[in-house]
């Protein structure tokens, strides 16, 4: 699977951005985002199943952003909405074709990552 992110950039506090994840190759099972602020360890931020049947979130962006895969475009994009300053990160795209759902909120479960978008929220 290769996975190629875009979309980043500086917005205000409020405001919205749209990342996307080019992918292609083999069907993933699980697909997700991450982020890693300056000093701080990656931490997941949102993932959805090849299937689509769900979406799974962390507690902080609840609410706010929207994970979404459409399968003509081969993207997985992640729409940011209500960005706060503490959403200033780089954000990587990931994908898993053996993961479990026990294990999709942990980073070691991924092993094909983007090379990161970054994102900076201003207050």
């Known amino acids: 699977v290769q996975l190629q992110a875009s979309g980043g950039g500086l917005v205000q506090a409020g405001g919205s951005l749209r990342l996307s994840c080019a992918y292609s190759g083999r069907a993933f099972r699980f697909g997700g985002w991450f982020r890693q602020a300056p000093g701080k360890e990656r931490e997941f931020v949102a993932v959805?199943?090849?299937?689509?049947?769900?979406?799974y979130y962390a507690d902080s962006v609840k609410g706010r952003f929207t994970i979404s895969r459409d399968s003509a475009k081969n993207t997985l994009s992640l729409q940011m909405n209500s960005l706060i300053p503490e959403d200033t990160a780089v954000y990587y795209c990931a994908a898993t074709t053996s993961g479990i759902l026990s294990s999709i909120r942990s980073a070691a479960t991924y092993g094909y990552w983007g090379q990161g978008t970054l994102v900076t929220v201003s207050s």
């Open positions: 959805i199943p090849w299937s689509r049947s769900a979406t």
